[in-house]
């Protein structure tokens, strides 16, 4: 299993809320490697990918924030036409229901990441490998 | 074996009961009606003499008397001694407008300190405990009166006043306490502060707690009971009254038994003024029938409740009232519904959210408006959008089966929601600016 753990925080819809949480991050000395910010009228979710969630976890619980850690899968392909397509024929192909999906800076410039969250994540790890693509692992994505 | 502060009267007929009352009345009626212009123009005014009332079953003939007639006579308007024989004033919190106080002669402070001492004995309290008093003290009635009936009863008293909680914890542990005496949403809130310290109800020594001045749930009193290890004991005042202590739970924690050889309660219908029969929901009415320098004759309390003398396992034969189901001041009426906090306070408890919440009311368009803004529960955060908005709408769903209306429901932060160490506020209507 290569799952990637990405740290979900709960934001309240008001002004400073973000910048609360970034600048525990960064007095920590943690590098976000990869970032979505989900957002309803009452309320944000961060979701966040670091190179250290044990710690980010620790510092944000102790900070007082509700934080929740869930298993994702991270993926890299070619920066071409129709490879995202591609993947999500796959995943669709193997009846795995795609929750959210986000895009990450990787260490390539002719290669893009993305992180996808679905409820099955050893279906679509499963499906992903057969169809070729290319999984990170959270040390992969820590390196990078 | 219960233990009564003064069993004679918590355990009196009711035959003796009324004739004592009836005896206090009389005396009390011609007192006020003789050193008291106010109350002399308004029983002139309602053509009722103090010889019209012979006993207990008079007392329905006396006018009532409300906040507003305490407003108008602020500040010594109803006073019914000298002020050189007071020696004490209290006041209310003023929040719901202009303070009325209240004066007390020296047998005021006696009799009021011993309802309160009869409420910390019924609680289990005796000269062995360790007694710490997290009400405010000052002009609040609280700080003044748990303290005077833990002096009674010769607890070691502690008189923190409220706020600090740190320090609340670090004596409570440092001087072994084992009563807590503060308005439930601090007892509350000193539970959360302990286990954010790392320490368990084990670290502490307290066995029980005598809470009031605020309304409360029975889901929050099982919240505090299980946070601090103790059991958590309902007390009843007002200062128009006395304050606290003018009703106070026993061990059956099923309402609370009124000093009714002070204070007679009435249950009125509120639109009326109908007195109304033992077992139904009305406006309870106190008269005050020992107080010397600030008697009440009639006073609308303006909470809702229900009388009782159904026979208590603990011997006392003194009246119960049920904790007050609201006031009508912060009763809210919400598109024609009547709506109270504490209904909204009990959902969120039974749904496992924090009894920390706001309720803000609206006007938009000529319909009304209820938004309730309360913190997630860190337990069920999910990192999916919809996860989170289906908790909303559950808890929305909830609470309009209790209220009968729909809210929006809000989910906020942990903690984000102001925590009082007095009375909680909790409600803001704006439709009060727009009128």
Known sequence: MSN??????????????????????????????????????????????VNDTDKTCEILRSAGYAVTVTEVVAITIPDSPGQLSRVLDILGGEGVNLEYLYAFLGKSDRAVSFVIRVDDNTNAAAALNKGGIIQLTENDISEM | MEKYWNQEIETMSLEDMRKLQSERLVAQVKHVYENVKYYRDLMDEKGVKPEDIQSVDDLHKLPFISKADLREAYPDGLLAVPKSQCVRIHSTSGTTGKRVVAFYTQKD?????????????????TEDDVCQVAYGYGLFTG?????????????????????????????MRDLGTTILCCTPSYAAYIGETLHEMGLTPDDVQLKAGIFGAEPWTEEMRRSIEKSLGIKAYDIYGLTEISG??????????????????????EIINPETGEVLPEGEVGELVFTSITKEAFPLLRYRTRDLCVLSRKKCSCGRTLIKMTKPMGRSDDMMIIRGVNVFPSQIETVLIEQGYSPNYLIEVDRINNSDTLD????????????????????????????KTMLGISPKVHLVSPKSITRSEGKAVRVIDKRKLHD
Do not use: Y
Not at chain 1, 17 to 44: C, E, H
Not at chain 2, 145 to 163: A, D, F, I, N
């Open chain 2, 244 to 265: 606290p202590g003018v009703a106070f739970e026993c061990s059956e924690q099923k309402g609370m038994h009124i000093n009714e050889d002070n204070f007679i309660p």
């Open chain 2, 372 to 399: 309730i803004s309360v913190e997630m529960n860190p337990d069920q955060f999910s990192d999916k959008v919809k996860d989170m908005q289906q908790q909303e709408r559950a808890l929305a769903e909830a609470i």
């Open chain 2, 109 to 125: 402070v006696d009799l009021w300190e011993d309802c309160c001492a009869r409420a910390i004995t019924a609680a289990g309290g």
């Open chain 2, 143 to 171: 700080g003044a009166g748990l303290h005077g009936g833990s002096h009674k009863v010769g607890c070691l008293t502690l008189p923190m006043s409220s706020g600090n909680t740190d320090r609340q914890i670090t004596f």
């Open chain 1, 4 to 49: 990637v753990r990405q740290i979900s925080v709960f934001v309240d819809n008001k002004p400073n809320q973000l910048t609360g949480v970034m600048k525990l991050i960064k007095d920590s000395g943690i590098n976000i490697r990869a970032l979505s910010l989900a957002d309803t009228k009452d309320f944000g979710i961060l979701r966040i990918i």
